[in-house]
């Protein structure tokens, strides 16, 4: 029990990073490869405010969340007026700087040995409603002005500066919402697992956070759950295969990309709403 | 009053000169045309009015207020609003949504209200989603509202593409070739349907165009560039009898 209880811990803190990929690529078509680093700036910031700073927990977690953010402004600047491909390799050096950096600023963040000790304070229920919280954010802004500018952005910048979307100014909200996701499973992660090191978090699992929101559906925030949520388990139910998890995801990759390019889920949402006109039609 | 003055207007790339020296102006409920060989510089103008494209030198101002420098989302906020010689609609939204973006600036909420599902969002989007369906009825397509841009036949995604410019409310439309790809029929539905907009709307429209039927019908005034100059300014019957203009498009005799 306690076995399946864990695989589903991880596999939730996992699905806020999805959320966080989700706003960025799937919303937005902003490529980065960066995403470790924010989940290390989060993890790493919880841990030093609660263990050397001694603040309390939710003050550590505040602040993880607001480092995130600022960092993720910091980046923003510069970064969001290169395009797709410059933009990501800019973003995968910011992700490996970060790692090199909590490498060797070894007083505050331990170096290699990472920060061990942390206790576990965070728990199931706590993960999930923070999944659901997110959940409902990000839908509420697919929902509106906010959602329709990021996909006009997706598909067409030229047109959507033209419709009067301020594109740098969309991309930024983007980008520090995401990161600010981000930074928060990061932290939830540190005090998931109780230990932490600069490798937690490296460019390949951030190009994995691309991956499942494309296999899930670009225009799907229940792909993108699902797809993430059936991965991650996937991956700790079946260690024995550890090696051909990344073998299948390839091909569940390449699967979808030639056979339904829109991903699995397509455009297609979980809605409470549709479920209860569905069955109150079955009914009367 | 000028709706839009453009003055001495110049861009280069690299070396080439795509639009050299021109000058115009747009008068209030006016249709203006600017026509032209291949190449003539037609549609770099709407990229300079627009802000696509930073001008060289000239200067560009729209009801006294100068937008030279301004950037796309600001000059279309004031409003200019274009479409597109080659069809440039959102493929992942909806008709409806697609017309609905054009609208964004008008909408009086803000990311922190879309958060939390604030009750004005909720107002907002209906009044918005309201408008946008007026809008797609006006031109036919409001049973298409659900499917998405790919789907649409290519007249029906040029209409789609009107709706959308209109949306915005604009004072100033520059159409970039739109009755390019359009049956004959369609075309003259399309010159019905602009006619009607600019007396409904009290709009003041821009074409560029190739197509001479169009044209000839509903501008007042035209101008013809070649090579990036402006060679003939005038009404259309003028134009059509001017000898530069004739020899730009048929070449010259001998």
């Not at chain 1, 960066?34 to 309390?56: C, E, N, R, W």
């Not at chain 1, 600069?198 to 699992?205: A, M, Y």
């Not at chain 1, 090696?243 to 297609?268: C, E, K, P, Q």
């Amino acid at each position: 029990m306690e076995f399946y209880l864990k695989v589903l811990e991880i596999t939730s803190l996992y699905t806020i990073l999805v959320l966080g990929a989700y706003l960025m690529t799937g919303l937005t078509g902003l490529f980065s490869l960066g995403q470790g680093g924010f989940v290390s700036i989060g993890a790493y910031t919880a841990a030093i405010a609660f263990l050397h700073f001694h603040l309390p927990f939710p003050v550590a977690i505040l602040l993880a969340i607001l480092m995130g953010s600022l960092v993720g402004f910091l980046i923003g600047i510069p970064t969001l007026r290169l395009h797709r491909d410059y933009f990501l390799l800019v973003t995968f050096g910011f992700g490996e700087m970060v790692r090199a950096a909590l490498l060797h600023l070894a007083q505050l963040t331990g170096g290699a040995l990472g920060i061990a000790g942390i206790p576990q304070l965070v728990g199931l229920p706590m993960i999930l409603i923070s999944i659901l919280l997110i959940t409902f954010l990000i839908s509420s802004l697919k929902g509106t002005r906010f959602g329709r500018n990021c996909i006009a952005i997706r598909d067409d910048e030229l047109a959507a500066s033209l419709m009067g979307i301020n594109v740098y100014s969309y991309k930024m909200k983007v980008f520090i919402l995401s990161s600010a996701i981000t930074a928060y499973g990061g932290a939830l992660y540190a005090f998931v697992i109780m230990f932490i090191e600069p490798n937690l978090f490296n460019w390949l699992e951030s190009a994995k956070l691309i991956v499942i929101t494309f296999v899930g559906g670009v225009n799907s925030i229940t792909g993108a759950i699902i797809t993430s949520v059936v991965y991650y388990s996937f991956g700790e139910f079946f260690r024995f295969v550890d090696v051909w998890r990344d073998v299948l995801l390839a091909v569940a990759v390449l699967i979808v990309t030639i056979f339904r390019s829109g991903g699995i889920f397509g455009s297609w949402e979980f809605s409470l709403k549709k479920i209860f006109r569905w069955s109150g039609k079955g009914i009367s | 009053m000028e709706v839009l003055k453009v003055s001495d207007l110049s861009k280069n790339f690299g070396g080439v000169s795509a639009v050299a020296g021109f000058t115009m102006e747009q008068r209030e409920d006016e249709i203006t045309g600017i026509i032209g060989p291949n190449g003539a510089g037609k549609t770099t103008l709407f990229n300079l009015i627009t802000g696509v494209y930073p001008v060289d030198s000239g200067k560009i101002s729209f009801y006294g207020t100068e937008i030279t420098r301004l950037p796309s989302h600001k000059i279309t906020a004031l409003g200019i609003t274009r479409t597109f010689q080659n069809i440039r609609l959102f493929r992942n939204l909806t008709v409806l949504d697609n017309v609905k973006t054009a609208y964004g600036v008008k909408i009086h909420y803000t990311v922190w209200e879309e958060m939390v599902r604030y009750p004005t969002v909720k107002k907002e989007e209906k009044k918005t989603e309201e408008l946008a369906r007026s809008y797609l009825s006006y031109f036919g397509l409001e049973k298409y509202s659900k499917s998405y841009p790919y789907n649409l036949s290519y007249g029906l995604q040029r209409r789609l593409e009107l709706a959308r410019a209109l949306m915005a409310n604009p004072r100033l439309l520059l159409l970039d070739e739109p009755a390019a790809g359009l049956n004959p029929k369609e075309v003259r539905q399309l010159i019905d349907t602009l006619l009607k907009i600019q007396e409904e709307k009290k709009l003041s429209i821009i074409i560029v165009e190739h197509h001479m039927e169009l044209v000839m019908n509903i501008c007042t005034t035209l101008h013809v560039l070649n090579f990036g100059r402006k060679i003939a300014e005038g009404e259309p019957e003028v134009i059509q009898k001017n000898e530069a203009v004739l020899q730009a498009y048929l070449g010259d005799e001998a």
